[in-house]
Nanobody
Framework: VQLQASGGGLVQAGGSLRLACTSS????????MGWFRRAPGKEREFVAA????????NYADSVKGRFAISRDNAKNTVYLQMNSLNPEDTAVYYC??????????????????WGQGTLVTVSS
């Protein structure tokens, strides 16, 4: 199982970042993909998910209208475009592989594989 997240960094409030999560074809083929995050001192929370063909997307209320999830199955990569970032978005972001092609739910139990995380820090 290989999930490699990248794209994190330090950005000022109002700025943008794009995260990427690349997996082996065997790891993510035909499965939904999701992003979660864990802020300092807080529980892990759902951010967004996309079905394996990309036709179904699910977002947490806190990121709707600011974040966009997409995927490129030819590259075995899922992206998270994050715009209008604010300090409350500071967290380690994790990508995950769903159990099924349509596992776009917000529960961590819907996902079977997890990446190592990439840190996003938003300064005020």
């Amino acid at each position: 199982v290989q999930l490699q997240a990248s794209g994190g960094g330090l950005v000022q409030a109002g700025g943008s970042l794009r995260l990427a999560c690349t997996s082996s074809a065997r790891t993510s083929s035909n499965n939904a993909m999701g992003w979660f995050r864990r802020a300092p001192g807080k529980e892990r929370e759902f951010v967004a998910a996309v079905s394996w063909r990309g036709e179904t997307k699910n977002y947490a209320d806190s990121v709707k209208g600011r974040f966009a999830i997409s995927r490129d199955n030819a590259k075995n990569t899922v992206y998270l475009q994050m715009n209008s970032l604010n300090p409350e978005d500071t967290a380690v972001y994790y990508c995950a592989v769903g159990f099924t092609p349509y596992s776009t739910g917000s529960s961590p139990g819907s996902y079977k594989y997890w990446g190592q995380g990439t840190l996003v820090t938003v300064s005020s």
